[in-house]
């Protein structure tokens, strides 16, 4: 405050000062965060070399193994291929692959796909690139209605609803090794070893929020790892400087995900741009934890 000294200020308006100006810092730091925390370096190019078309199945209403619940569809993901030839050539490898109880799909990396729920769906390619577009644009209101809502409820200390549980869907990337627990059902169990030095791949989801009579997300692939920590330093690095719209996700190689239904509970790992973002989204978190581990120890002193 120009012009006034601190001995004029009230005594309790300068015992308070240290926590406001604390509060306005944070606030300015989640409104200008654009990058994640950097740890160590990365070599790798934007578009790895020799990654270019990932293996896939799905399970949806039409698609074998059909799914128990057609509003949340799966999606496991076996390997990714420089070729459609060495693709074709792991396919013909694996007996699992092609019995006939689970579909085959070859999609190409950096492309948005969708989790049709048949496959006349799939092959119709006007309705993937309108179903592509309606969702990109849904997901971009969301957005912008969720970062707007997180910034009033930030400055003002309270929580809206919806905030803790998704806060900020552009400015993170997430570990999802357990996206979602496998259905319990026999028909989704596929055993396919995945190509030696892939397990992980980062990928990016977004769910279906237009409606209809299927939930059909989306996808799209960037790369595979042998480590999550070679995944991670790579998003921070690389790909996060290149994708600001969507989450970015790490997940396993050959695991059934259900991207439609995932939310906070079910990642293992969330981060978010800016160091100063990510620990107050952190805290947050760990709000409920804290408070059940209270009223745990409250009920014994009883």
């Not at 074709?88 to 799909?105: F, I, M, P, T, W």
């Not at 190409?108 to 092959?123: F, H, Q, T």
């Not at 993170?172 to 995945?194: D, I, M």
Request: charge should be negative; include cysteine; charged fraction near 25%.
């Amino acid at each position: 405050m120009s012009g006034v000294s601190d001995d004029s200020l009230p005594q309790q308006q300068r015992a308070l000062q240290p926590y406001v100006e604390e509060m306005q810092r944070r606030q300015s730091s989640t409104q200008h965060s654009s990058s994640f925390e950097k740890h160590g370096s990365c070599s790798l190019p934007l578009h790895l070399p020799g990654q270019e078309f990932v293996l896939m199945s799905t399970s949806h209403a039409e698609m074998a193994p059909r799914c128990v619940d057609v509003n949340d569809p799966g999606i496991i993901f076996y390997g990714i291929f420089e070729d459609m030839d060495s693709l074709r050539d792991y396919v013909s490898a694996h007996e699992a692959l092609h019995c006939g109880k689970v579909n085959v799909q070859a999609h190409p990396l950096r492309e948005w796909g969708v989790l049709a729920s048949s496959a006349e769906r799939l092959a119709d390619s006007s309705f993937v690139r309108g179903h592509v577009d309606r969702l990109l644009l849904a997901e971009t209101e969301t957005q912008a209605r969720h970062t707007a809502e997180f910034n009033d409820n930030h400055s003002e200390r309270k929580t809206g609803e919806g905030v803790l549980e998704k806060p900020l869907p552009v400015d993170t990337f997430s570990h999802k090794e357990t996206l979602r627990s496998l259905k319990k059902v026999s028909s989704l169990a596929v055993s396919v070893p995945p190509p030696y030095g892939q397990k992980f791949l980062v990928v990016s989801f977004v769910p279906d929020a237009v409606g209809g009579k299927f939930k059909e997300p989306l996808f799209k692939i960037y790369g595979t790892f042998e480590s999550e920590e070679d995944a991670d330093t790579w998003v921070r690095h690389v790909l996060s400087e290149h994708v600001a719209d969507v989450d970015i996700d790490v997940v396993a190689c050959g695991q059934w995900l259900f991207p439609q239904s995932a939310r906070g509970s079910d990642i293992s790992k969330e981060v978010f741009r800016g160091g100063e973002l990510n620990k107050i989204m952190q805290q947050h978190k760990s709000e409920p934890g804290r408070i059940s581990s209270f009223e745990a120890w409250n009920a014994r002193q009883q």
